[in-house]
């Protein structure tokens, strides 16, 4: 199971989910990227075995992901301060992969009726989802 974690700005975010899901799932093969080398290197030292940095990497893994787990920014061209491009927001939804997105509320993106949460609360519920579609469940067709 291939799953890519995609961040920027600085990183917080994607650092939360490769700690959480490098202890919680094992078995799955992490890979993440960030959007710029201080979010790379913030989710590298956080555990992920793989990590790259920009646009071209967002694209070429997000070809062979059966996950992608982010921020919601990360299909909203020109998100994320800017560090979103549109090629970045294509690639992930253009994606062959299931999308579990994280409604972050800022930068000019309002998710409305979800009501603001920690976001510890947010990566356990992102790391719960990606559990369960490793072992099958969800709305998907594909048996991992």
Do not use: F, W
């Not at 899901?21 to 979010?39: D, F, H, K, M, Y």
């Not at 800017?82 to 090629?87: D, W």
């Not at 009501?115 to 947010?122: F, V, Y």
């Not at 559990?131 to 709305?139: D, R, T, V």
Request: some cysteine.
């Amino acid at each position: 199971m291939n799953v890519l974690v995609i961040d920027g700005q600085g990183g917080g975010l994607g650092k939360q989910l490769v700690a959480a899901l490098s202890t919680q799932c094992p078995e799955i093969r992490l890979t993440a990227v960030g959007t710029n080398s201080l979010a790379a290197n913030a989710m590298r030292k956080a555990g992920a075995p793989r990590a790259a940095t920009g646009e071209n990497a967002v694209a070429v893994n997000c070809r062979s992901a059966d996950i992608i787990v982010g921020p919601i920014g990360i299909v909203i061209s020109d998100a994320l301060l800017g560090e979103i491009t549109p090629a970045m927001a294509t690639a992930v939804c253009q994606s062959h992969a299931t999308r579990v997105l994280i409604p972050v509320n800022h930068c000019e993106n309002y998710i409305v009726g979800v009501p603001e949460q920690p976001i510890s609360d947010l990566v356990a519920a992102a790391v719960q989802k990606v559990k369960a579609l490793c072992a099958g469940e969800g709305c998907g067709k594909r048996v991992y």
